[in-house]
């Protein structure tokens, strides 16, 4: 167990939904990354927040949002969901936004877009 | 520009044997780099990670690395496969402070 949990584990929807991850970083841990993790794209990163503030972007689209909270939670809203969107979402934490830093990943969200 | 190249999608070898999954990787800075492994229906768990000093990296369930600058490589090695060594595993190099992840080696052990 990595500490970082994620709610919830699957989700099922349809195209042209909207829905929202949530991820809760390990206690102590200001820093969350966003993954998603498909077959044909393999693990890409998506952003990463540090202490309430975006620190980077990856490959997002501009359908997906991210937010950290004061109690340093997190999500990711999928919006105008595409089949192409059906995918493993991770989460992750680290103690700093470092590159030294290892990040603990969290269970994942399977989302599945009918 | 970062990247990380893994070489093979698949490796199967015999329990007992000598595990070598590869990777290369591409970096205008001097890298830092890590191994992670999933389990099924698993998240990522840390092997190990090199960012300076020694550059045999030694890590978790008998793993270890060594990063060769004048190869860009950073190939993960195990002397003795276990059957619950199956997993796929994925080499990652952090330039700034996201992590570049390579596309996975997914690792069988044939009893």
């Known amino acids: 167990d990595s500490g970082v949990t994620q709610t919830p584990k699957h989700l099922i929807t349809a195209t042209g939904q909207r829905v929202t991850l949530r991820c809760s970083p390990r206690?102590?841990?200001?820093?969350v990354y966003w993954y998603q993790q498909s077959l044909d794209q393999g693990l890409q990163f998506l952003i990463q927040?540090?202490?309430?503030?975006?620190?980077a972007k990856g490959n997002i689209l501009e359908r997906f949002s991210a937010q950290q909270f004061p109690d340093l939670h997190s999500e990711l809203n999928l919006s105008s969901l595409e089949l192409g969107d059906s995918a493993l979402y991770f989460c992750?934490?680290?103690?700093?936004?470092?590159?030294?830093?290892?990040?603990?990943f969290g269970p994942g969200t399977r989302l599945t877009v009918l | 520009a970062q990247s990380v190249t893994q070489l093979g999608s698949h490796v199967s070898v015999s329990e007992g044997a000598l595990v070598l999954l590869r990777c290369n990787y591409s970096?205008?800075?001097?890298?830092?780099l890590f191994w992670y492994v999933q389990y099924p229906n698993q998240g990522l768990q840390l092997l190990l990670k090199?960012?300076?000093?020694?550059?045999l990296v030694k890590g978790i369930n008998g793993f270890e690395a060594e990063f060769k600058k004048s190869e860009t490589s950073f190939h993960l090695t195990k002397p003795s496969a276990h059957m619950s060594d199956a997993a796929e595993y994925f080499c990652?190099?952090?330039?700034?402070?996201?992590?570049?992840f390579g596309k996975g080696t997914r690792l069988h052990i044939l009893p």
């Open positions: 992750a934490s680290s103690v700093e936004g470092r590159r030294a830093n290892e990040q603990f």
């Open positions: 206690s102590g841990d200001l820093s």
């Open positions: 927040y540090y202490n309430g503030e975006e620190r």
């Open positions: 970096s205008s800075v001097p890298p830092y």
């Open positions: 090199y960012t300076t000093g020694a550059t």
């Open positions: 990652a190099v952090s330039e700034d402070d996201k992590i570049i």
